[in-house]
């Protein structure tokens, strides 16, 4: 008898995987507003973490518009669009990981160059804003990480470019799901070591805001070098 694997499912997967079938089945319509994290937290007996977790999945899926300060929407979508990703950090290869770093570096490189020439003044804003949580955030895991997945979507965004907005969201909850569930990699937990992502991001920012392509791409190779070198290295042990 064959006996398949039977993959274990996190808490913020089955919350998503309900919500997704809501959309899919009509229970939730195209531009609906879902019910507020602290809301979403009572009904499923969960932290509001897992529920921002769950959220960020149904976004990198297309389903959901997070817009900051006036809730979650339900975007247009068509069934056959949908799907959690399929990574599963203990299957996934080194060299899938790698792969994924390195489209990783060459679309965001590019991506910091288009913002450097392309963004607006709310761009900036946002760009601010995030920092700015960061900052205060400073050694806190959990917060720490979802401002980096924040930034780095606000890059994207600050192209104008929807298909890279896209893009970026797909490879980024990829690793992004690979990274947490090895739970071997402290970059934000320590305050210490997230001091330097924090002020490669700053550089980043200040490139943007200078409207200087060439040091945008080269202060998001640094920072992405970094953060290369770093994964490399827990995964050597």
């Keep these: 008898m064959d006996i398949q694997k039977i993959k274990p499912r996190k808490i913020y997967e089955l919350i ?36 921002r977790e769950a959220l960020s999945a149904l976004k990198a899926m297309g389903l959901v518009e997070i817009h900051q300060g006036e809730g979650d929407y339900v975007r247009t979508i068509e069934s056959h669009d949908v ?7 203990s299957l996934m290869s ?86 947490r569930e090895t739970r071997r990699l402290q970059m934000y937990a320590n305050r210490t070591v997230s001091t330097q992502p924090l002020q490669e991001h700053k550089a980043v920012y200040a490139a943007i805001l200078g409207q200087d392509p060439a040091a945008a791409q080269e202060a998001m190779r640094r920072h992405l070098f970094h953060v290369e070198q770093v994964l490399v290295k827990f995964m050597k042990k």
Excluded: W
């Design 16 to 51: 998503a995987e309900q919500i997704k079938e809501q959309i899919v089945s009509g229970g939730l319509k195209p531009g609906d507003k879902l019910p507020s994290t602290k809301e979403l937290s009572e009904r499923y007996q969960v932290g509001r973490s897992t529920v």
């Design 83 to 89: 799907g959690l990703p399929e990574f599963d950090s």
């Design 94 to 179: 080194r060299e899938t990981l790698m792969e994924l770093i390195e489209a990783r570096k060459t679309l965001e490189i590019s991506n910091a160059a288009l913002a450097a020439e392309k963004r607006t003044e709310d761009d900036l804003g946002k760009f601010q804003a995030v920092l700015k949580r960061m900052e205060e955030y400073l050694g806190d895991e959990v917060e720490g990480e979802r401002c980096d997945i924040e930034f780095h979507l606000i890059l994207a965004e600050a192209t104008h470019n929807s298909i890279l907005v896209r893009m970026i969201e797909s490879i980024s909850t990829q690793m992004q799901t690979a990274i």
